[in-house]
């Protein structure tokens, strides 16, 4: 038995969460065309017969604009430094950015990083290769792995090339678990999804989603999710006309919650305004956004 850890970093919107979800092949970290989207540390738990891969997801690294970025920044930092192996995630149809030499001038040189460029379904040959040119020499990588999650090429590459470097020799989790998530948590999740893939521009910036209600009978489980926006005028957006928006997430967030519980589910969605609650260190610490 072989086993470790692997930190998936990179800029926001690269592709990290779609990567671990391919990996997993489930749906364990949430995933939208927005930058920004995850906010916590997802831990995807990949197995075979003789190798055991924690994957840990994290938030993106870009320039904070609140105490929510801040923390968010440093979350993603603290999973580079007792890990095996470290995925550096770039989006190769848009190339290199300012903010990838920073997120590599942090990295320590000893532990192995790989250069996983994703998203080459979008690419020509050349225009990869133009890629690769561009990012090797700015970091020593062990390894340069193109791969795409929508399409899942060469995911079963980049697996192997991980598990040259798999040190321990237990396993840490049963073979059921896929991720160290909460179900409360996943919930919530799912929700946030639906929210960040209809809303525009700044919105789903401005919510988070807490549940608040979890009562398990014995054909249904009945649920209460509070859709919390920092300020009074994104309510009626998130209520949509005649309650149309709240509807259409209602709907398909339920949908994979069944999925995710196996069982009948009843979603209760509510809409409440906390001003300003990405700078709020209490809302943060309660609603599960830091830690400590
Ligand atoms: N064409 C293409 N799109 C992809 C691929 N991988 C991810 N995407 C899309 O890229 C967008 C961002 O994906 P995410 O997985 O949420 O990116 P992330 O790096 O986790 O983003 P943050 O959580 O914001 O840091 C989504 O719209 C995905 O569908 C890929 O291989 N090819
Ligand atoms: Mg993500």
Known sequence: MRSGFVSIIGRPNVG???ILNCIINNHVAIVSPRAGTTRNIIEGIYNTKDEQIIFVDTPGISKPLNKLGTVLNKKSGSLTKDVDAIMFVVDGSTGLGKGDKYILSTLNKEIPTILVINKIDCLTKEKLLERINSYKDLFPFTDIVPVSAKTKENIDTLLNVLKKYLQDNVKYFSDDIITTSSKYFQVSELVREKLFNYLEEEIPHSL???????????DIINIEVDIVVDRKSLKK???GKNGSMLKKVGTEARLDIEKLLNKKVYLGLYVKVVE???DKENFLKNSGLIDE
């Open 276 to 278: 300003n609650w990405r």
């Open 237 to 239: 957006i998130i209520i």
């Open 16 to 18: 990290k969460s779609s």
């Open 208 to 218: 988070t989603c807490l549940v608040t209600n979890y009562e398990e009978e014995q």
